[in-house]
């Protein structure tokens, strides 16, 4: 890849690598005890990824390559207040250049499981605001909601106006009120590219850094004519 991408004029190349999962990987010590029998602990994995993606990530950075993965975590023992550490030591962590946890809760319809709603939290990330909390819902029948958590969204980027427990939207040039499942039933009709454009900018202005464009025009502005 790397010899066609020199060689190539255009950039029509594509490459991204996906490795699911880290935590199953073995290390070379992990196989080589699985046929002698050894249960000694390897304490060569953590070093072996470490080294690997220190160097993978100066490569794939070089030839635009994404490296997504996937990696399990466990709860820290001993600690008042522990928190979530990454499988595999701290050289991924440190490579990487955005990571987001995933936690599930179960979505019924009654006493059935029929999905489950996924909170994605960026834990560490150059483009998104660290800490930063999202939503999804994965049916199991129908895959992913594109639409879920929209209503909220429309409401706290001011498309849609909350009026107790409905909403205030405008429909053929007249306000009306109407419950928000309502108007998830059909999302096509009532998420126009007018409340698109309202709700895209309120959410790069809410996850993202440096979002207000106007702001950070007046600040380079600022630094040339110094």
Known sequence: YREETTKAKDDTSRLMIVLDSMGQLSSIKELEDIETGS?????TKA?????????????????????????????????????NVQAG????????????????????????VVGAVITMKNTKGRLAKTFAKAKTLLNFE????????MDEFAIES????????????????????????????????????????????????????????DDISEALDGVENE
């Open 39 to 43: 249960n000694k602990a390897d304490f």
């Open 47 to 83: 070093k072996s990824l470490k080294a690997t993606f220190r160097a993978l990530t100066l490569i794939s950075a070089e030839y635009k390559v994404p490296f997504v993965l996937t990696n399990h975590v466990y709860a820290e023992i001993g600690k008042m207040y522990s928190q």
């Open 158 to 213: 001011g498309a849609w106006k909350k009026s107790g427990n409905m909403i205030e939207i405008e429909i053929d040039g007249e306000v009306k009120k109407k419950y928000a499942k309502a108007l998830m039933r059909e999302p096509e009709k009532h998420f126009t590219p007018e409340v698109m454009e309202t709700i895209e900018k309120w959410v790069n202005k809410t996850f993202m850094y440096g979002s207000d464009v």
């Open 142 to 149: 129908t895959g992913l909601d594109r639409w879920y958590g």
């Open 89 to 112: 030591g701290s050289g991924f962590v440190y490579a990487a250049s955005i990571i987001v946890e995933l936690t599930t809760a179960k979505d019924k319809e009654g006493t059935d």
